[in-house]
């Protein structure tokens, strides 16, 4: 039996799986076309290199109703039977190598039609936790899991016939949103319409905002290969505080990172770490110990501004600049220079 890869993805903290050879690219949420009599789960259209390619809210796809955006939100674009879909969901969360022996096919739930088994086509069990397996095909071509959902809405079509029809992708799926998210989110548009990958996504900064010492920090997006939990840590004799210790993922041994001492930060709290970003800097491959991770964000040119004179200036050299985020400072971590500048050096000498 092949073991085979799966983007494992999270919407409404229910995780998803998806075969990873149906994948085509993904990037944060864009502004998207509407398109007038599109099946109900259509959000829109977007122009993908040159390409009109349709984009479905996979929460609608299910048939739950009054669907939403957020500008962390991530597209997924699938290819199956010839054709090109993209699928919105909340969170993209890494791509795992799984074994067949944990996935789980045939489902009964002891009732009849109990969920759609159109889309579901088995069970994953990694690291204890049960993943739904989504069938691709079924997702972009199945017909009759529309029958229910276009039911309900041509009923709530003809009970509100002096409703206006929103004219808009923000007015509909993202009504909160300020003038500065959708100048970038019509940045990202503008971006994916370019012909080749090399030039898309030049002009916008991406960070992915966690919380260390109870305070918000970015790390630069490019650098991180994934968010995980921290399960069991072994100890590391004759390193320094920083070094909290190995652990096991998915069969490769991680080095755990706490930054707090040259970020001159103090630790909330004594319990041990939960989550950890994992990144790579050139060759080295790290995990930073975090709090909580809370958002995928985008920053457009000029939006870093300096860091205060008045902060330690061995301290502010670690920082490419600060930004809002909340109504808070958010400080973007330069995560090279700090891993260059002996963040990792571990002394095994007595």
């Known amino acids: 039996m092949d073991i085979k890869s799966y983007l494992i993805l999270n919407l409404h903290q229910t995780r998803y799986a998806i075969a990873a050879e149906s994948i085509s690219e993904i990037f944060l949420l864009p502004e998207i076309t509407l398109v007038p009599e599109a099946p109900p ?3 829109g259209m977007i122009n993908l290199h040159g ?5 479905m809210h996979l929460d609608l796809r299910f048939g739950r109703q009054g669907a939403q955006c957020q500008p962390s939100d991530s597209v997924i674009i699938v290819e199956a039977q010839d054709l090109k879909v993209g ?3 909340h969170q993209v969360e890494t791509v795992n190598d799984i074994d067949p022996r944990y996935i789980q096919h045939e489902l009964t739930y002891g009732r009849e039609l109990e969920i759609n088994r159109a889309f579901v086509q088995g069970v994953i069990n990694l690291d204890d936790e049960m993943i739904l397996l989504l069938n691709v095909d079924n997702l972009i071509r199945h017909p009759e899991a529309f029958a229910s959902l276009v039911a309900s809405t041509e009923q709530d079509t003809e009970t509100n016939l002096d409703t206006i ?3 808009s992708f923000y007015e509909k799926f993202l009504a909160n949103a300020t003038p500065d998210t959708q100048e970038i989110l019509r940045l990202r548009a503008r971006n994916l319409r370019q012909e080749s990958h090399a030039e898309a996504n030049t002009d916008l ?3 992915a905002v966690v919380s260390i010492a109870g305070r918000y920090f970015g790390l630069d997006l490019a650098i991180v290969q994934e968010f995980t939990k921290i399960g069991r840590i072994t ?4 390193c320094p505080h920083h ?3 190995n652990m096991n993922l998915r069969g490769e041994i991680l080095t755990l990172v706490d930054i707090c001492q040259p970020l001159n930060l103090e630790r909330s709290q004594q319990e041990s770490p939960k989550k950890a970003v994992v990144v790579k800097v050139d060759e080295v491959v790290a995990g930073i110990v975090v709090e909580e991770v809370f958002d995928i964000v985008d920053l457009m040119p000029g939006a870093l501004k300096p860091i205060p004179v008045a902060m330690n200036q061995d301290t502010a050299s670690y920082f490419k600049g600060m930004t809002e985020y909340q109504d808070e400072t958010l400080n973007v971590i330069d995560l090279p220079l700090l891993m260059a500048q002996g963040v990792m050096t571990v002394n095994l000498t007595a």
């Open 235 to 238: 100890s590391i004799p004759c």
């Open 51 to 55: 390409q009109f390619v349709p984009v």
């Open 41 to 43: 789960d259509i959000v």
């Open 87 to 89: 699928i919105i969901v």
């Open 165 to 167: 029809a929103p004219d």
């Open 243 to 245: 070094i909290v210790g």
């Open 205 to 207: 900064i991406s960070l």
